[in-house]
């Protein structure tokens, strides 16, 4: 047998081998390094978004709050306007502030004159609640606010 011919023949094979076998294997490896980036962006960018989340969970009811407070607010009442203003957020009202505030909004409430829509007595009778609503609110620990996702599908039309 002539071995001069089946040595090279032999070396091609495992060589080629080899390399298809360590091709495969880089690729491999490639994929998963690629996966494994792919999968920390994507943690990243869902950390990003619960944090986004829980920035917005407290300044819904500091939202609606200021909803109310522009309602309230004329510069022909400047004893409540003054007091609209340190409702914040950040709040500055005092006790005293405060307990001022629910009066003249009571006194808003109670005013029936022309000048005064339905809508301003209700947003005077509202506020004081959400005043302490979003005080509660920010006066929790992260840790003990639950965050929970709602999915709202659209209506079907039958």
């Known amino acids: 047998m002539d071995w001069t011919l089946i040595t090279p023949v032999i070396t091609l094979l495992v060589g080629s081998s080899a390399g298809y ?14 996966e ?9 960018e869902l950390e990003r978004q619960v944090a ?13 709050q200021a ?3 522009k309602e309230l607010t004329h510069i022909h009442t ?22 001022n505030l629910e009066k003249e909004l009571i006194l808003r409430a109670n005013d029936m004159s022309a ?4 809508g301003e007595r ?11 609503r979003a005080q509660r609110e920010t006066a929790l620990p992260q840790d003990q606010v639950l965050i929970k996702v709602v999915s709202v599908l659209p209506d079907s039309e039958s």
Not at 36 to 44: Q, T
Not at 78 to 99: A, F, H, M, N, Y
Not at 122 to 132: G, H, W
Request: cysteine-free; charged content about 25%; overall charge positive.
């Open 67 to 69: 909803i109310l407070i």
């Open 78 to 99: 400047p004893v409540l306007d003054r007091l609209l203003e340190k409702v914040g957020p950040p709040s500055t009202l005092t006790t005293e502030d405060q307990i």
């Open 21 to 34: 076998f360590f091709t495969r294997l880089s690729k491999r490896q490639d994929n998963q390094s690629r």
């Open 122 to 132: 209700d947003a005077a009778l509202m506020l004081p609640m959400v005043i302490r």
């Open 115 to 118: 000048d005064i829509p339905d």
């Open 52 to 64: 986004l989340v829980g920035q917005a969970i407290v300044p819904i009811s500091a939202a609606f």
């Open 36 to 44: 494994r980036v792919a999968d920390r962006s994507r943690i990243v």
